[in-house]
């Protein structure tokens, strides 16, 4: 069964150092998503991505961050200077697209970001 | 604006008891409603789904969840926990009204199943 995958699984940073996060969404798939877990909290939305944009995004998502999908493989998360409060787990998910049909999005098993 | 409230933050049963996990959901438009699953370390799998088609529905691992529009609620039930359900259950609301079709979380419930 096709799975979305990201790399790393866990990555530690610096203060201020920038980190990208790699997500490779399920091969047929349109729409891809970022959110992100603070440890105790609840899962948030960051961003979604379909035909090479951005088509929503949270109040979270300000201008150190931003999505890229380089390739017709990947897609990824940049921070450009990483704050303590960035330290989470990152979600990446993806979906089928079919109108407004409500398609399940399907998560991959998250990178683990610690910012010291 | 779309909403969820998970009513219980823990819930504790005895194996081979109902599972009962609470949700009430707020949505501006004709929702979809989902139930997740968070094992520890783990990423979120799909346990079910709800998409203006019958209200009752029927999920992996014996979970099923009934849509009440009047009460707005997408309760999560099991007849009979297993110690392998022990995990952490988001119900998730979308609504068609954004052209994402972003997922919003509620807080969780940890479910424990004990012996």
């Known amino acids: 069964e096709p799975e979305v995958t990201q790399t790393p699984s866990h990555q530690v940073t610096q203060m201020g150092q920038e980190v990208i996060l790699r997500c490779v969404p399920i091969s047929n798939h349109l729409y891809f998503y970022w959110y992100r877990q603070i440890l105790g909290q609840k899962v948030e939305f960051l961003v979604s991505?379909?035909?090479?944009?951005?088509?929503?995004k949270s109040e979270i998502f300000d201008d150190q961050f931003s999505v890229e999908r380089p390739d017709g493989s990947n897609f990824t998360l940049k921070i450009r200077s990483t704050k303590l409060e960035d330290s989470a787990m990152y979600f990446c998910a993806s979906r089928t697209f079919r109108g407004l049909r409500q398609e399940t999005q399907y998560f991959g098993p998250g990178t683990r970001l610690l910012v010291l | 604006a779309q909403s969820v409230t998970q009513l219980d933050s823990h819930v504790s049963v005895s194996e081979g008891t109902p599972v009962l996990l609470r949700c009430n959901y707020s949505?501006?438009?004709?929702?979809?409603l989902f139930w997740y699953v968070q094992h520890p370390n783990k990423g979120l799998q799909l346990l079910l789904k709800y998409t203006s088609a019958a209200t009752l529905v029927k999920g992996i691992n014996g979970f099923e969840a009934e849509f009440k529009k009047s009460e707005t609620s997408f309760h999560l039930t099991k007849p009979s926990a297993h110690m392998s359900d022990a995990a952490e259950y988001f119900c998730?609301?979308?609504?068609?009204?954004?052209?994402?079709?972003?997922?919003?979380f509620g807080t969780g419930t940890q479910l424990k199943v004990e012996l």
């Open positions: 998730v609301v979308s609504d068609s009204g954004g052209g994402g079709n972003k997922l919003t």
């Open positions: 949505s501006s438009y004709s929702p979809s």
């Open positions: 991505f379909y035909n090479n944009e951005i088509s929503e």
